[in-house]
């Protein structure tokens, strides 16, 4: 009797014991599944959505309006006084893209084409820190003590021997010279911390006729009339 009431005991915490462990095993299990599949699905919806995002918001700020580029502004001045190294290293000078006027001769607008040598190697004294130069054109109009104006100063250009150089002059720069002969006088120019050297310096010629309204014209004929009569 006793050996019987050992026995049920033994079978009872045997399949206690077993149901224990069926239990414990399956709520291992469940989080770490639960874990993955929300990091791959977080993973997967946000990622992409950031960078398509970004992707857009940099392609609304590249295509930012660029029409102001074309306005005038004062060139900055060289650093004076300046040091003249004058020599031969502007081989031409030339006007192209010109615009014919609308009425009369001459041209509205022009653009300059330079051939020229900026090598600049070793031009600077050791103790500025940096023997190479610093290339780089401005252009003045030079009509007299009180008529000159620099219009034009392009940025540092590369070093070439026998280079060729295009600069835009920009009609709001020269508008001020009425119709006739200007003179426009191109310096190949190397920037110093303390004064710039000059270079090169050529001079030529243009007719320029700035385009007048024809309302002015018309207006100012009556006039004329009515004073000579």
Not at 36 to 50: F, Q, Y
Not at 111 to 138: K, Q, R, W
Request: aromatic fraction near 6%.
């Amino acid at each position: 009797m006793q050996f019987r009431n050992a026995a049920v005991v033994v079978v009872a915490l045997l399949v206690a014991l077993s149901g224990c462990s069926a239990l414990g095993g399956s709520q291992a299990g469940e989080p770490t599944n639960e874990t993955d599949t929300e990091s791959v699905t977080e993973t997967g919806a946000t990622e992409p959505d950031d960078q398509v995002n970004g992707t857009r918001e940099d392609t609304s700020t590249d295509s930012s309006d660029d029409t102001a580029d074309a306005a005038w502004y004062p060139p900055e001045e060289p650093n004076r006084p300046l040091e003249d190294k004058r020599e031969d290293r502007i081989e031409s000078v030339e006007f192209v893209d010109k615009e014919p006027a609308e009425s009369g001769d001459g041209y509205s607008n022009f653009n300059l084409e330079v051939v020229a040598n900026t090598s600049m190697e070793n031009v600077d004294p050791p103790e500025h820190g940096d023997v190479e130069g610093e290339p780089y054109f401005f252009v003045k109009i030079n009509e007299g003590e009180g008529n000159r104006k620099i219009i034009e100063r392009t940025d540092e250009v590369k070093m070439d021997e026998n280079g060729t150089f295009h600069i835009d002059v920009r009609p709001a720069g020269i508008e001020e010279f009425g119709a006739g002969s200007l003179t426009v006088e191109v310096f190949l120019m190397d920037e110093d911390k303390d004064w710039d050297d000059i270079y090169g310096a050529v001079s030529t010629d243009i007719q320029y006729n700035p385009d007048t309204d024809a309302d002015d014209s018309s207006s100012t004929a009556p006039d004329s009339d009515s004073t000579e009569d």
